[in-house]
């Protein structure tokens, strides 16, 4: 039995005074062949496929695993791909903030920068530090109470006004009379690589559409991008 891959083994060394034994042979190979079962069959060809689990049978299943969560963490079609998009989250919390009633729906702005969901747009953009485009991808926002019979609407803006047209605006839709709870959609509807350059603002729109009952108190809430130029 080998003693690898449980312990390290320990090989004698030979000298020409030695008389050579089948187990100064038969050691050694039973170590190698251990060796070779703990990497795996073509060990550096990835299948980034195979779903990550405990205790992989070999390196090599352990490495399509790591290929695997990659792929899944850099939202691309192949762990090989090389250029990944960088991923951003920009998040904040709302503090059980409530978006009141007002004749024709009410908007608030928030993202975050610690300001409550009365914030002006001033106090609740984030600032772009970068020249480049932006395609968004996903949106989330936690109610912390139920939406009344009336929808609200999360939707991004870029230096205070909506990206796009009503046609694709990224929004996150939330249906009337819907419980508490965490909502998320991704938010490219067709829109596509938004331009940005330095110094520009990302915002979020609050809105409860309901002209006479109080939306929700508001909790976690967050855009994600992924940088593609």
């Known amino acids: 039995m080998p003693t690898y891959p449980g312990g390290i083994p320990a090989l004698g060394t030979l000298t ?33 496929t195979v779903a990550p689990g405990a205790t992989p049978a070999s390196v090599a299943a ?21 250029a990944v998009p960088p991923r951003n989250l920009i998040c904040g919390h709302g503090a059980g903030g409530i978006i009141p009633d007002v004749t ?37 926002v936690e109610l ?16 205070g ?7 694709n605006y990224p929004r996150l839709a939330i249906p009337a009379s819907s419980p508490a709870g965490i909502y998320h959609m991704l938010a490219d509807s067709g829109l ?8 520009d603002t990302l915002s979020l729109d609050i809105w409860n559409k309901h002209p006479t009952l109080p939306g929700p108190q508001i909790g976690a809430i967050g855009v994600e991008f992924e940088q593609v130029g």
Not at 150 to 158: E, F, G, M, S, T
Not at 192 to 199: D, L, Q, T
């Open 192 to 199: 596509g690589p938004v331009a940005f350059s330095v110094n």
């Open 62 to 82: 352990y490495l399509d695993m790591m290929g695997n969560i990659v792929k899944t963490l850099a939202g691309v079609d192949a762990s090989y791909k090389a």
């Open 104 to 140: 024709g729906g009410s908007r608030y702005p928030y993202l975050g920068g610690g300001a409550g969901l009365s914030a002006t747009e001033a106090d609740a953009f984030y600032v772009i530090t970068f020249n480049g485009q932006l395609v968004l991808k996903r949106l989330f």
């Open 144 to 159: 912390l109470t139920a939406q009344p019979d009336n929808d609200l609407y999360v939707i991004v803006k870029k230096n």
């Open 161 to 167: 006004s909506f990206i796009g047209t009503a046609s």
């Open 16 to 48: 020409g005074a030695d008389t050579v034994d089948a187990s100064d042979i038969n050691n050694p190979n039973r170590e190698i062949e251990a060796i070779c079962t703990e990497l795996g069959v073509l060990p550096k060809s990835i299948d980034d």
